[in-house]
């Protein structure tokens, strides 16, 4: 068996982490022909369908999803064995600003990550701002943004750090004292606490029924805490993700409801300005961040 590997694997990452082939294609700086002639080629040499395609659409096979995985881990670890032998013999040091969502996500899971970075590299300074605004990366200079949710098309390099699963939670006091939910449609007349997400949308996991609620909260609030706080007081039901609600859940203190209505997950993103010249300490912190969930997953 030939010990070769196939050609085409920085590229076929390209296109799934731009989610397009002319995206892909303009990264690399070649034309959107080349990169799916190269596509092609890495599929016909292996024997395996990678990407379906369409007009309008572009998805992983199964295996391409795994391939994908895989590809982009043994890249991962051989950007940090290229990082690690650069950092003998040069200190990172300077300043890296990073935006990122706040409340427990900030708090309690993406800080600790940066402090343990720079606790490894004293010479580095974070400035690390909560600002809710949908921040521009090339505008504002942040180095780095982390976002959770749905991503607007844009021209920044997107690393998937991890999903949570949603849930649709009230007390035990609220539930109490209402009638029954049987259905998404049910919950025009509860009183509901919202976020940043305006829309619920709903599948039903026996039907593959879809249903979107506009929201009307009566209490509206972006910062999480507060949120969380309305609902376990028995304000009202709201959509926790699952680092919020889960040991909640588990205690009783939070019921879950229409546990036949999934609503979809939250992916969360680090992004980054498209750059061949990133500064070797932001590249040295995206590189610990994405490890960092990949290890802490289970835990966090």
Same mark, same amino acid.
């Given at each position: 068996?030939?010990?070769?590997?196939?050609?085409?694997?920085?590229?076929?990452l390209a296109v799934v982490?731009?989610?397009?082939?002319?995206?892909?294609?303009?990264?690399?700086?070649?034309?959107?022909?080349?990169?799916?002639?190269?596509?092609?080629?890495?599929?016909?040499?292996?024997?395996?369908?990678?990407?379906?395609?369409?007009?309008? =659409?572009?998805?992983? =096979?199964?295996?391409?999803?795994?391939?994908?995985?895989?590809?982009?881990?043994?890249?991962?670890?051989?950007?940090?064995?290229?990082?690690?032998?650069?950092?003998?013999?040069?200190?990172?040091?300077?300043?890296?600003?990073?935006?990122?969502?706040?409340?427990?996500?900030?708090?309690?899971?993406?800080?600790?990550?940066?402090?343990?970075?720079?606790?490894?590299?004293?010479?580095?300074?974070?400035?690390?701002?909560?600002?809710?605004?949908?921040?521009?990366?090339?505008? =504002?200079?942040?180095?780095?943004?982390?976002?959770?949710?749905?991503?607007?098309?844009?021209?920044?390099?997107?690393?998937?750090?991890?999903?949570y699963t949603n849930y649709?939670?009230?007390?035990?006091?609220?539930?109490?004292?209402?009638?029954?939910?049987?259905?998404?449609?049910?919950?025009?007349?509860?009183?509901?606490?919202?976020?940043?997400?305006?829309?619920?949308?709903?599948?039903?996991?026996?039907?593959?029924?879809?249903?979107?609620?506009?929201?009307?909260?009566?209490?509206?609030? =972006?910062?999480?805490?507060?949120?969380?706080?309305?609902?376990?007081?028995?304000?009202?039901?709201?959509?926790?993700?699952a680092y919020y609600a889960?040991?909640?859940?588990?205690?009783?203190?939070?019921?879950?409801?229409?546990?036949?209505?999934?609503?979809?997950?939250?992916?969360?993103?680090?992004?980054?300005?498209?750059?061949?010249?990133?500064?070797?300490?932001?590249?040295?912190?995206?590189?610990?961040?994405?490890?960092?969930?990949?290890?802490?997953?289970?835990?966090?």
């Amino acid at each position: 068996m030939s010990n070769h590997l196939p050609e085409g694997i920085r590229e076929f990452l390209a296109v799934v982490e731009a989610h397009s082939f002319s995206k892909a294609a303009e990264q690399l700086n070649i034309s959107r022909a080349r990169m799916s002639q190269i596509i092609s080629r890495l599929e016909k040499d292996m024997g395996v369908q990678l990407l379906y395609r369409s007009t309008r =659409s572009l998805s992983l =096979s199964p295996a391409g999803e795994t391939f994908y995985q895989l590809s982009r881990q043994g890249i991962d670890q051989l950007e940090h064995a290229v990082l690690s032998a650069k950092n003998a013999h040069s200190s990172i040091s300077g300043q890296i600003r990073v935006n990122a969502v706040g409340g427990l996500f900030g708090e309690k899971i993406l800080a600790p990550i940066l402090i343990r970075f720079m606790e490894q590299h004293p010479e580095i300074e974070i400035e690390l701002s909560f600002s809710s605004t949908r921040e521009d990366l090339i505008e =504002s200079q942040y180095d780095l943004v982390v976002r959770m949710g749905a991503l607007p098309n844009s021209n920044l390099i997107g690393r998937k750090l991890t999903s949570y699963t949603n849930y649709l939670v009230a007390s035990p006091s609220y539930i109490g004292s209402m009638p029954k939910l049987k259905s998404p449609k049910d919950l025009l007349d509860h009183a509901l606490i919202n976020g940043s997400v305006k829309r619920w949308s709903f599948t039903n996991t026996i039907s593959n029924e879809k249903y979107e609620l506009p929201v009307q909260g009566i209490l509206k609030c =972006s910062n999480g805490h507060v949120v969380m706080l309305a609902t376990l007081s028995g304000t009202g039901i709201s959509r926790q993700p699952a680092y919020y609600a889960q040991h909640d859940i588990q205690s009783g203190r939070l019921v879950e409801l229409l546990p036949n209505w999934t609503l979809p997950p939250s992916d969360v993103t680090l992004l980054y300005p498209q750059s061949r010249n990133m500064s070797l300490r932001v590249k040295a912190l995206v590189d610990y961040i994405v490890e960092a969930f990949k290890i802490d997953h289970d835990s966090i």
